[in-house]
């Protein structure tokens, strides 16, 4: 099988996912890989390893390199089975060979595979800062716990300047191409934003120290390899990814706004529209996602990608409708920062979704306006409320940060 070449010596040697559909609740449409290097230098090193089942492509691209039993070195970055699932079925053909990985990660390993004869492979525990020399070229590696599991380390190339980056800079995204320039720099970068959203976003403050931590280091990057979905290798597309991962960690977005809703017999999408008019008229960019509709993930990357989102929902039993409360759900894991939210929605006899998605928006610790809620079919006046929210929102909006 096709293997792919980085740098001198330095080989994408991954397995390619068209058909996963589903990532731990994040939705996948475009599938992904799990991506392995190898190094074949005076040592030959093989970065991380595949999901359960994808190990043979693995080693059919590996053959095209060198035999697997030539492999001195395994470099285990991260433990979630994407990566290690594979790993029992390769050591029986790569034979002696020696693993590294971070504390957490070998203690991981114990737990995940006993009874696939962990206890007999060779583990080394690295950290931060410690270097191994592998011939022409020397591998420092980089812990970054909680980016996002505890034994998430990098593997940095020194010579060559690659960084192998682990969950980082990765995208869900299947491909017969394995570099960004190739699918599109726009496509590669909006994918990453997905996976940042869904993925990431709630270690914000592990990513800016990774950023500080990289310059305090002096390490300087030509390639970014992750583990997922494509390369970066153009040195403008490597300063575009990292540029952009520095503003998500903070929380940066453009002044625009998601709504985000569910509908029962249309009162609130009613609602819905009138409160986007009503941000249209201040000039601000508008998202709307019905969620019935919308795959969760695309609406976590909007919450990403807009200074504010409003939730609505009209009242079923009290409360607010299941698709509603499965993004409430969602979202909270993701624990969004610096960001205007509201809620809203219609209700017959009683009220209280609005309210109670309201509160919820308040336990995330964010800028929450006043709820809005209407009684059965929204009259004229009604909307022109809406509009009147709408257009409060923007106003907000805009005002942000100044």
């Keep these: 099988m096709e293997r792919y070449q980085l740098k001198e010596e330095i080989w994408w040697v991954g397995a390619i996912d068209w058909n996963v559909r589903d990532f731990h609740g994040y939705e996948t449409p475009r599938g992904t890989t799990y991506n392995a290097y190898l190094i074949t230098d005076e040592k030959k090193v093989l ?34 089975m994407d990566h290690s699932g594979a790993i029992p079925s390769l050591m029986k053909q790569l034979g002696d ?33 410690d270097e191994l020399s592998i011939g022409r070229y020397t591998l420092t590696f980089l812990e ?37 320039d190739e699918v599109g720099l726009d496509l590669a970068l909006d994918e990453a934003a997905k996976y940042y959203a869904n993925i990431l976003m709630p270690f914000g403050n592990q990513v ?21 979905g494509v390369i970066w290798r153009r040195s403008e597309d490597v300063a575009r990814v990292i540029e952009a991962y520095v503003g998500w960690s903070r929380f940066e977005a453009p002044a625009r ?12 999408e009613k609602m819905t529209r009138a409160i986007e008019d009503g941000i249209a008229q201040e000039g601000v960019e508008c998202s709307v996602f019905r ?61 209280g979704a609005a309210k109670l998605i309201s509160a919820g928006l308040e336990e995330l610790g964010l800028d929450v ?14 909307l022109e409320a809406c509009v009147d929210y709408g257009r409060e929102v923007a106003r907000r909006v805009k005002a942000w940060g100044r």
């Design 208 to 228: 800016q120290k990774l950023v500080k931590q990289v310059g305090e280091l002096g390490l300087e990057f030509d390639v970014i390899a992750p583990s997922h």
């Design 291 to 351: 969620l019935n509709h919308s795959a969760l993930a695309d609406v976590a990357r909007a919450v990403l990608g807009h200074r504010a989102f409003v939730v609505g929902s009209p009242t079923l039993n009290n409360g607010m409708l299941p698709t509603v409360g499965a993004f409430l759900t969602y979202i909270r894991g993701l624990r969004p920062k610096n960001r205007l939210v509201g809620a809203y929605g219609s209700y017959g006899w009683g009220g």
């Design 47 to 80: 970065v991380d390893g595949v999901r359960s089942g994808f190990g043979p492509e693995l080693l059919r691209r590996v053959r095209a390199c060198c035999e697997p039993r030539e492999i001195d070195y395994l470099v285990v970055n991260h433990v979630e």
């Design 97 to 129: 060979v020696q693993i590294f990985c971070s504390r957490r990660a070998k203690d991981a390993l114990l737990l995940l595979y006993h009874g696939e004869g962990v206890q007999d492979w060779d583990i080394t525990v690295v950290g931060t800062g």
């Design 144 to 180: 970054v716990p909680m980016l996002h599991w505890p034994d998430s380390m990098l593997t940095y190339v020194k010579e060559p300047k690659v960084l192998l980056s682990n969950d980082g800079f990765g995208q869900h995204l299947a491909s017969s191409r394995r570099f960004a």
């Design 369 to 382: 306006m006043d709820p809005l809620e209407l009684k059965y079919v929204p009259t004229e006046d009604d």
């Design 257 to 268: 706004v998601a709504l985000v809703f569910d509908t029962m017999w249309q009162s609130t």
